[in-house]
């Protein structure tokens, strides 16, 4: 059990450009999260996996995110023509399901800064 | 609408003393969840400690414990003797235990600070 793995650690862009960020959560793990973290804030849910569906999204997630879980393993979040706005901390965590002994494991996040 | 409030944007302790950090929800659920999460510099969400609203004691992991106070919806999470690598970001969050919603909603988080 290595924990939830990101990649890339850190991601510089050019505003326009696009980006893919990946999450590898633990391997027994059905349940995949995706979170922003601002600077100062705490972190905001943008999508939830139950294996390979996508079964809930948040309204921050907009039409320019779009996030997969094409075989239930790993998982991808794009951003399209990124946006200033976008800097953020995007965080990762994996579950095996609800409740006290099932707590969200993270990933040490990507941090996204767009120039 | 579920929203978490957490009043202390800095707290400061004497290594070994103990400290409490102040959480206080709203939510209109019957039933539901409440975390506490610890952020390293390094990024990384750390599990504390959970409380189920229907939980009738308090929830202790080691040195944290959470003060549980239905009836005021407060969260708060003690830590007893304090040490050098506590300083970090503390979250309080919520998620609702029915219904089909994943999300956890987090507050804005205080920075512990432990001296020597």
Not at chain 1, 52 to 58: D, F, G, I, V
Not at chain 2, 64 to 72: E, V
Not at chain 2, 73 to 97: E, H, T, W
Request: charged share 20%; proline share 3%.
């Amino acid at each position: 059990d290595t924990g939830v793995s990101q990649d890339p650690r850190h991601k510089i862009t050019k505003r326009g450009q696009n980006v893919t960020f990946r999450c590898d959560p633990i391997s027994e793990h059905n349940r995949l999260y995706w979170y922003r973290q601002t600077l100062g804030q705490g972190p905001e849910f943008l999508t939830y996996f139950q294996n390979e569906a996508q079964l809930e999204k948040s309204r921050l997630l907009s039409d320019r995110f779009s996030a997969e879980r094409p075989k239930g393993s790993f998982s991808t979040l794009e951003i399209q023509r990124t946006e200033q706005g976008d800097s953020a901390m995007y965080l990762c965590a994996s579950s095996l399901g609800r409740g006290k002994n099932y707590g969200y494991t993270f990933g040490s996040g990507t941090r996204l800064t767009v120039v | 609408a579920q929203k978490i409030t957490q009043t202390q944007p800095g707290m400061f302790v004497q290594e070994k003393e103990a400290v409490t950090l102040d959480c206080t929800y709203d939510t209109s659920d019957q039933s539901y969840g409440l975390f506490w999460y610890k952020q390293p510099s390094s990024g990384e969400m750390i599990f504390l400690i959970y409380q189920g609203s229907y939980d009738e004691q308090n929830a202790t992991e080691g040195r944290y414990s959470l003060n549980f106070q239905k009836a005021r919806k407060s969260a708060n999470l003690v830590i007893s003797a304090s040490q050098l690598g506590d300083s970090a970001m503390y979250f309080c969050a919520m998620r609702p235990r029915q219904g089909g919603s994943e999300k956890l909603v987090f507050g804005k988080g205080t920075k512990l600070t432990v001296n020597p």
